[in-house]
């Protein structure tokens, strides 16, 4: 009896401390839930489809006055925003987006960096049919390596045969430099 009575007690131990180590290491913070609203306009009604790896962006579909727009959402601070104007403001994307709407953004990358929904596209369809769409954003990053300095001097070292300059890279509200790919950072025009 006092064999089976230890027995209970030490799996009832370890299944606490399992318990407690699972909950200590599978979040990073408390545990936390947040309305996202929706996109101005319209009957107020939002549905998220699909969050980046580490949460900072979700995607979706939101009701304006103009019908179901594709969102997405950055954080509290920023909100909601309609996904085309984004795309358009931010990425330079107007004239590949001048005649779709983009009805909803169904799935992101865990990088952030890839969004695919459905919308219509009403150059190439006329009858205003759903299409599928991907969005693949490229950050152009400017460096400027000594500013306030013109012109800038470089110091090119070379290794291995390569030219190495190195550089400090700034992020932006939309642009996180701990989420960058090194190895796929490639040089572009230099002026």
Do not use: H
Request: proline share 3%; with cysteine.
């Amino acid at each position: 009896m006092t064999r089976l009575r230890y027995g209970f007690k030490i799996c009832l131990v370890l299944i606490v401390f399992i318990f407690v180590s699972f909950a200590n290491n599978s979040r990073p913070d408390a545990a936390s839930f947040q309305g996202l609203g929706d996109l101005a306009g319209g009957e107020f009604s939002s549905t998220a489809w699909d969050v980046s790896a580490d949460g900072s962006v979700v995607v979706g579909g939101s009701r304006t006055d103009s019908g179901q727009e594709a969102f997405v959402w950055w954080d509290s601070k920023n909100g909601m925003k309609n996904l085309k104007d984004v795309l358009v403001n931010d990425f330079g994307l107007e004239e590949s987006l001048a005649d779709w709407t983009l009805i909803e953004a169904t799935g992101i990358s865990d990088d952030g960096l890839t969004i695919v929904g459905r919308g219509k596209n009403f150059e190439t369809n006329s009858l205003g049919d759903t299409e599928a769409w991907i969005a693949q954003l490229a950050t152009p990053i400017a460096i400027d390596i000594k500013p306030n300095c013109c012109p800038n001097r470089l110091n090119i070292n070379k290794k291995k045969g390569k030219n190495i300059l190195k550089v400090a890279i700034l992020g932006t509200e939309y642009f996180k430099v701990n989420k960058i790919n090194i190895p796929a950072l490639k040089g572009g025009d230099i002026y």
